[in-house]
């Protein structure tokens, strides 16, 4: 396993990591999650991904009932807050109310005294800048969370929100999470670089397009029984289900070969060839899916092989 640092952050980060959405305390039984992440930690995991809308809560439990058999200072957790969990005018959001408490909720069911990273999930234009930034920092000097930070936060939003805590003296976001792929490429013209400007690790969600690159799928009428895009996922990834992809998915899953790896580890060390992504999230079902993943951290690839990725996939890319 390689670590990077979280953007300027001094906490480092597994370069593959482990999260929960769409899988842990829901789909996925307990026992299933966690010999998953028992076995990430093993392959040298620090870092585990939630949210507190995930299955209800109920991803935090699993997962901070797992993490409850390792040492404390060897892993780094991290959650998130904003979306509804309730029906009530304070139940959503970013304001300090709905953030001092659900940080407490999360804390709680993790069963852990603080968080290493705690994440602003959407960016919220209902609530000033100004109040967000503050409550985050209070729960930082309160030694609530070590860290926070973003997702699916703008260019702009990150770097008026950096500005803005440094101009105060409060703690700066130290990550953001943003969806990014080889066939999804919208922060590679903004966010990229301004997080690397800034000093922000991104620690990006999907990187394999929910699991279109691991070339599992061939075309798209013949989705294999049981997977994401048969079921519940398929929402998720129905504008990659043509054959014009799956297509150029084939021929980069021929790369793979020719390489000795599997698609979806060639696809993690595309993302990985980014200074400001400091980790890649994958999700798994199965203790076997956790250890091709992981794989992943520990592949070189010739910078020549990823862009030759990037040609092939360049006409099915969203940008």
């Known amino acids: 396993m390689r670590y990077r640092r979280l953007g300027r952050a001094g906490m480092k980060v597994s370069t593959v990591s482990l999260g929960s959405w769409l899988t842990y305390g829901g789909s996925v039984a307990e026992e299933t999650a966690t010999a998953c992440i028992h076995r990430a930690f093993e392959l040298g995991v620090n870092f585990f991904d939630t949210a507190n809308v995930y299955a209800g809560g109920r991803a935090e439990e699993v997962v901070g009932a797992a993490l409850s058999h390792l040492r404390r200072d060897d892993y780094v957790v991290a959650t998130k807050v904003y979306f509804p969990v ?4 304070n139940d959503s959001g970013l304001s300090r109310k709905h953030v001092w408490e659900q940080v407490h909720r999360s804390l709680r069911r993790l069963g852990v005294d603080h ?10 234009p209902r609530t000033p800048l100004e109040e967000t930034c503050r409550v985050m920092d209070d729960l930082v000097r309160a030694g609530k969370i070590l860290y926070w930070g973003t997702s699916e936060w703008s260019a702009d939003q990150l770097r008026t929100a950096t500005e803005l805590c440094r ?6 976001p130290a990550s953001n999470q943003p969806e990014y792929s080889a066939l999804q490429r919208r922060i590679e013209a903004d966010v ?23 070339g599992k799928y061939r075309t798209p009428d013949d989705l294999p029984a049981g997977s994401r895009a048969a079921g519940q996922g398929r929402r998720f990834m129905e504008s990659w289900l043509t054959s014009e992809t799956l297509d150029a998915v084939a021929a980069v899953a021929k790369v793979a070969d020719q390489l000795g790896c599997s698609p979806a580890q060639l696809a ?24 091709a993943n992981v ?24 940008r």
Not at 115 to 124: E, F
Not at 199 to 210: D, F, T
Not at 274 to 281: C, F, H, K, R, T
């Open 192 to 214: 990229l670089p301004v997080s690397e400007e800034l000093g922000i690790g991104n620690v990006v969600w999907s990187p394999l397009a929910q699991g279109v690159l691991t």
């Open 268 to 291: 993690l060390a595309w993302c990985l060839r980014q200074p400001a992504v400091s980790s890649v999230i994958v999700g798994a079902t199965r203790t076997e899916q956790v250890d």
């Open 115 to 124: 968080i290493d990273l705690y994440q602003c999930h959407r960016y919220d």
């Open 167 to 172: 101009s105060q003296g409060w703690s700066p």
């Open 295 to 318: 794989a992943a951290a520990d592949l070189d690839v010739d910078p020549e092989v990823l862009e030759t990725v990037t040609e092939l996939l360049d006409p099915v890319a969203a």
């Open 86 to 89: 309730g029906d009530g005018p």
